[in-house]
């Protein structure tokens, strides 16, 4: 038998923006992640949130996941909540039935889903289903169940913002299985309204991209050139530099440490394919962040870093060839990163993400220095 | 291209100490025991305490407030591979202290409970110290703790475990070494002095790095009241 409680998978993510740019294969070393055999097993939606997420994603999704899911509160009310699916219209597949229970009943077709408007209220003008159909495969809607009463419609599909169309609506109704519904006791009409609320939200949208495996492929060629692959504005990167500065004092305090930092972020002019960011140490108690926009800095920044890879050659990986070369590269008392002029790169999600990975850095070596 | 740091840095980023991480356990467990009972009760079986301790354990305000920056990961099942490449899961009990991502270094915390019967410490020892001592846990790392749960006081059972780890035919089985001062003993504990009872020290011969380990052992008792000989330090040496 083997354990595999140390099996671990270097899952690269390499996206196409950068690829693409370059005209060759390349990863960016925060696309390279390293996962857990015994992660993946218990938690298989991990390969999609370490597509896109970061350390701090994933254990936001962790504490989220302690406070239950959608499931488990339909399942715990009172009145049970239930969900399903719209009617069937004929098909060849299935036999075909009478309306039954949607003899009587108005009918919403799909492109009748208010596009921005989250509540489908008793002005809402509809014909009948029997206007429309005289037979269905089946009726849906858990036996009409969800034709009635208080309940949350979505369609399929997404907005081109990522976002769900869901609506609230208590007026009786049916529509057909491109539709989905869930509904609930009248004593929670409150709670759908709310989950209307909840699902038509960002946090919704981060969520999905996160947990779900469809929601993240480009439709066509022309979709990968999205907003993150354009150049960062200089504002960008200056919030960039303010808030790797701010995380990496939290890293500090939290941690109990000190001694002050620089932070300078260098691009070089307009129209450089590549900034830099050098974290040192001031000797100071004072944190200063700056941004200097200079051709002469940026290549100083370079001869520096240039220095490093030349004093440390010989432990290059071999792996680091198929790598753009902006891995962060410690030399003497300072961290660089050297990174595309994307805005990818520059968000202040990535400053957290390269705060702590500076700061896990140094707290692994100096913990293997006193453990080992 | 990944190099260490310079040491100044550590100074900036300290990471969390043994010491800090085993009272941080020990004061953690009193805080559950004191205000969700049920989560440490004794009645609970191993990978339930070790889910529920570990839980609060990651709490990242708790965590910050602390000092103690660190992932708490709980491996309450283990995969194993057999031979035809299928995959079982089997049930065990321990927690690693995580800086970073997987690969990084780490400290794993192996937890059973005591219930005062001589199998109960068997298992202790042969169920889960031996892990530590055969290389299925701590490879290459110079320290380790084992955890005993128990439902009496914890200086007591403490005390009990020293006496039956220090049997010389088992000390054997479990590769003791000899502190400095020619003890297999080390109490009170050199490493973490407010939340461990002793230390032990255990060659591992079979290994690759051979160095030997050292582990500390702490016991949590889930009764308070049982508990009173726990020093506000969460100090628990066992008695002479």
Redesign the interface.
């Given at each position: 038998m083997i354990d595999l409680a140390e099996e671990q998978v270097d899952y690269w993510a390499p996206k196409a923006d950068v690829s693409l740019a370059l005209g060759r294969l390349a990863l960016h070393p925060s696309d390279q992640k390293l996962l857990s055999v015994h992660d993946i097993y218990a938690k298989p939606h991990l390969l999609i949130s370490a597509y896109w997420g970061e350390q701090r994603d994933l254990d936001l999704l962790r504490r989220l996941q302690r406070f239950g899911t959608l499931a488990q509160t339909m399942a715990g009310r009172p009145e049970p909540w239930v969900s399903g699916k719209g009617f069937h219209a004929p098909n060849l597949s299935n036999r075909s039935r009478s309306l039954g229970p949607l003899e009587a009943l108005a009918f919403l077709p799909a492109d009748r889903m208010p596009r921005d408007y989250p509540v489908i209220a008793s002005d809402v003008q509809l014909d009948q289903v029997k206007d429309h159909f005289y037979i269905v495969a089946s009726p849906g809607g858990k036996n009409a169940r969800l034709y009635h009463g208080p309940r949350v419609i979505l369609p399929d599909g997404l907005t081109e913002e990522y976002g769900i169309r869901a609506a609230y609506t208590h007026e009786a109704f049916a529509f057909t299985s491109s539709i989905g519904a869930i509904g609930g006791g009248p004593d929670d009409e409150a709670l759908l309204k709310f989950l209307a609320a909840y699902l038509r939200s960002p946090v919704a949208t981060y969520l999905l991209i996160l947990t779900g495996y469809s929601v993240i492929q480009p439709q066509n060629y022309a979709r990968l050139a999205t907003p993150l692959l354009h150049r960062p504005a200089s504002r960008e990167v200056g919030t960039y530099v303010k808030v790797l500065a701010r995380a990496l004092e939290t890293h500090r305090r939290h941690s109990g440490g000190h001694g002050g930092l620089n932070v300078d972020a260098v691009v070089d002019g307009n129209g450089g394919f590549f900034g830099a960011v050098r974290i040192s140490l001031s000797g100071e108690n004072n944190d200063r962040a700056t941004l200097v926009r200079s051709e002469e800095a940026f290549h100083a920044l370079l001869m520096d870093v240039e220095a490093a890879f030349e004093s440390q050659l010989d432990r290059t990986e071999r792996d680091a060839l198929f790598k753009i070369p902006n891995a962060m590269v410690v030399a003497g008392d300072a961290f660089y990163f050297l990174k595309p002029m994307r805005r990818r790169f520059w968000l202040a999600r990535a400053a957290l993400a390269d705060a702590d990975l500076i700061a896990r850095t140094v707290q692994a070596a100096a913990w293997k220095k006193l453990t080992s | 291209?990944?190099?260490?740091?310079?040491d100044?840095?550590?100074?900036?980023?300290?990471?969390?100490?043994?010491p800090d991480v085993v009272t941080y356990v020990a004061q953690t467990w009193a805080w559950l025991r004191s205000t969700y009972a049920n989560a440490v009760g004794f009645e609970n079986d191993e990978p339930t305490l070790t889910d529920n301790l570990c839980?609060a354990l990651?709490d990242?305000e708790r965590r910050?407030n602390h000092?103690v920056?660190?992932d708490f990961q709980a491996?309450t099942w283990?995969?194993?591979?057999?031979a035809d490449g299928t995959?079982s899961r089997l049930a065990r009990a321990d927690i690693r202290v995580i800086?970073?991502?997987?690969?990084?270094?780490h400290?794993v915390l192996e937890f059973k409970k005591l219930d005062g019967s001589t199998s109960a410490r068997w298992r202790y020892c042969h169920d889960g110290l031996n892990r530590f001592v055969e290389g299925?846990y701590a490879v290459?790392?110079?320290?380790g703790a084992m955890c005993g749960i128990t439902a009496a006081a914890a200086t007591r059972e403490a005390t009990a475990m020293a006496t039956y780890i220090a049997d010389p035919s088992r000390a054997v089985a479990l590769q003791c070494l000899t502190d400095d001062a020619g003890a297999l003993i080390t109490t009170p504990s050199v490493v973490a002095l407010s939340g461990s009872a002793f230390d032990t020290h255990h060659a591992r011969p079979t290994l690759a790095p051979s160095e030997p380990i050292t582990l500390l052992h702490i016991f949590l008792s889930s009764d308070p009241a049982a508990d009173g000989d726990v020093d506000a330090e969460g100090g628990q040496q066992p008695s002479a």
């Open positions: - | 291209m990944n190099t260490a740091p310079s100044a840095w550590f100074s900036v980023f300290p990471p969390p100490r043994i839980e990651a990242p910050f000092r920056d660190c491996e283990e995969l194993r591979r057999a995959v800086l970073g991502a997987p690969g990084t270094p400290f299925k290459g790392h110079a320290f």
